[in-house]
């Protein structure tokens, strides 16, 4: 098993941080702006992903595992690109000086695949919209996202 | 051991991604501003980076390890965050539709550090300024690079 891991620093207190990653309207502001669904242990989240030209690129299921307040947030996808079906997604929040850091999971990848890699800048170019996002009240979430590369 | 590996397309030439890659010119010209030291196989660059106010923030020292054109560059980590000392980064470089793809490989750390988390990032954030070099001729190295978090 490989993992994507990052640190994001966020210049703003845990629970503005933690109620991005918690909820589904915090979510939309900084992933995809079509994510949809019920941000509640047990309960699954929608993600959808469109081109500039509005074609659908992909999307994910992910069942919410945990959401412990101002600490962690963690999910499970059930459906999406089959390198993804069964891995988590967790971040860890904690504070320094006058940081919220977070620390971004994706766990559990079979292989070191080249998608693996796609996914790896992608996931860092999503954790500059989340910081962007609470930093300023403005992300840049699909299909705004940074384009790295011919995947996406 | 654990890696850091991401992927990149840039809209440009194989040759003009090795040479950005290859040369001192050109890692100054998205990596560090301060890039001292002769890239030739067996030769070391020195890489030093600085904070905005001008404090001297890190060094390392590379041994150059494989030039190969429009393939692949290889250093090796011989001076610097003891982290680092011992690891390898390799650029291999082909071709796909309009896009020459990076394949960004940071090999061989001991273990899954919090400091890997940052770098991890870092790099993304080196990736996107080495394709804005080669696409618009300006990339954004240090001390000019994005902050991510505390630790730089």
Redesign the interface.
């Given at each position: 098993m490989?993992?994507?891991?990052?640190?994001?620093?966020i210049k703003a207190p845990l629970e503005k941080v933690y109620e991005a990653l918690a909820t589904v309207e915090g979510i939309s502001g900084w992933w995809t702006k079509d994510t949809t669904g019920i941000s509640e242990v047990g309960k699954s989240i929608v993600v959808k992903f469109y081109s500039l030209q509005g074609n659908e690129i992909g999307s994910m299921i992910m069942e919410v595992k945990n959401l412990e307040p101002e600490k962690e947030v963690r999910w499970q996808f059930t459906s999406g690109p089959e390198e993804w079906v069964g891995t988590d997604v967790v971040f860890k929040l904690h504070r320094?000086?006058?940081?919220t850091?977070v620390?971004?999971n994706h766990l559990n990848w079979a292989e070191?695949v080249?998608f693996?890699?796609?996914c790896?800048?992608k996931w860092?170019?999503f954790?500059?919209s989340l910081?962007q996002l609470v930093e300023t009240g403005k992300g840049s979430p699909s299909p705004d996202d940074?384009k790295?590369?011919?995947?996406n």
């Open positions: 490989v993992n994507i891991i990052h640190r994001l620093g320094e000086e006058e940081y850091i620390m971004f070191e080249e693996k890699a796609h790896s800048m860092a170019i954790m500059l910081k940074i790295i590369d011919n995947w």
